[in-house]
């Protein structure tokens, strides 16, 4: 099992297929070495334009080898006696249920379709300095959801108050829509280290979902 822990290796999120190869949800590092020490998933490792799969003891001896010729290919969990390569991809071997086919409509969502950027303005804000609008407001029968709901830091929302954006002369950046898969997936594709997700991900219906 790990020992000692690179927080940096821990912190990197794993795409989880399902024994069919259909991506299923996001896992942290932690939860995807539990699978693989359990027996219970493989690694699925993009090498040179192709896919090819290890058991853990298998992924153990390869990350050995890439420690020493690719060290800064990967990100790495320190154990007792070597290093270990954090997989981008783990496939459960006895797991054929299909990916989950909506969204959830959540706060953590929301914030991910808009990419934590006001809808107002146009400017980017850390979490804790943006809210929720309703960009049609609940006094004048505004509904919660995905198409009514936006991003807005604390200064357009108190400008907007309980009104409409044309009657606040306010202008909304792009039109808030339903994403047909989940906005946090979007995050991690923009990254280096995951463009070995993408073959896994290129089917529009597919939402991911994240645990």
């Known amino acids: 099992m790990i020992a000692g822990e690179s927080q ?3 912190d990197c999120s794993v795409l989880v297929l399902n024994k069919h190869y259909m991506a299923i949800r996001v896992v942290g590092a932690r939860r995807a070495f539990s699978l693989l020490c359990r ?3 493989e690694v699925v490792s993009y090498e040179q334009g192709s896919y090819a799969n290890y058991d853990f003891k298998s992924w153990c001896e390869v990350s050995q080898c890439r420690r ?4 800064d290919g990967h990100d790495w969990v320190a154990t007792v006696n070597f290093d270990v390569a954090v997989p981008r991809i783990i496939r459960l071997l006895f797991y054929d249920r299909l990916p989950r086919s909506e969204v959830k409509f959540n706060r953590r969502n929301i914030f991910a379709r808009d990419r934590n950027r006001c809808q ?3 400017k980017r804000f850390s979490t804790s300095e943006l809210s929720l609008d309703h960009v049609v407001p609940r006094s ?7 198409e009514n709901i936006v991003c807005a830091c604390m200064r357009c929302n108190v400008k907007k108050g309980g009104r ?10 792009q039109k808030p829509a339903k994403p047909r898969r989940n906005p946090l997936i979007h995050i991690h594709l923009g990254h280096d280290r995951y463009r ?8 529009a219906y597919w939402s991911v979902e994240l645990k």
Request: proline share 5%; with cysteine; charged share 15%.
């Open 39 to 41: 027996e219970l998933a």
């Open 68 to 71: 020493e010729f690719e060290p």
């Open 120 to 122: 107002y303005c146009g």
């Open 196 to 203: 070995s997700w993408k073959q896994f991900l290129d089917h």
């Open 140 to 146: 004048m029968g505004g509904a919660a959801t995905w």
């Open 164 to 173: 409409t954006p044309k009657q606040a002369h306010m202008a909304l950046i």
């Open 8 to 10: 940096s290796g821990l």
